[in-house]
């Protein structure tokens, strides 16, 4: 019974994160990492997709591929990614704010200001 609960668990964050619902995704394969430490239904995959829609493959590029890694290896694995992107982003995050001379702040998405151009412009 509860390795349904588990695959169920893992059904849920993977449909989450199609939905994009990121942190319902991330809080389901959280509960999911605590739940089944060993990885036994695959859990950490479903992670490695999340992460990767988030971050893309910045921090692998010049890092040569790692082996595969499986049951508590690929939560280690992962959750060390995320630590590491998190500190990339957060510095990021301050150096571009020290370089503005301003507050951090989160630029506007390019689509929302072509989109006010666009409605700006006349017709």
Do not use: C, N
């Not at 169920?8 to 619902?21: M, Q």
């Not at 990885?39 to 692998?60: M, N, T």
């Not at 890694?69 to 995320?82: C, H, S, Y």
Request: proline share 8%; charged share 20%; no cysteine.
């Amino acid at each position: 019974r509860s390795r349904f609960y588990l695959f169920t668990l893992k059904g849920y964050a993977y449909l989450s994160l199609r939905l994009g619902d990121d942190d319902e995704a991330r809080d389901a394969l959280a509960v999911l990492a605590a739940l089944d430490p060993e990885d036994a239904v695959g859990g950490a995959l479903v992670e490695a997709v999340r992460q990767r829609a988030i971050y893309g493959d910045e921090l692998d590029e010049d890092a040569p591929t790692p082996p595969p890694a499986f049951g508590a290896a690929a939560w280690a694995r992962l959750r060390a990614r995320e630590q590491a992107m998190a500190a990339l982003a957060s510095a990021g995050a301050a150096s571009a704010a020290a370089v503005a001379g301003a507050s951090p702040w989160t630029p506007p998405h390019p689509a929302a200001a072509a989109s006010a151009a666009w409605a700006a412009s006349p017709r």
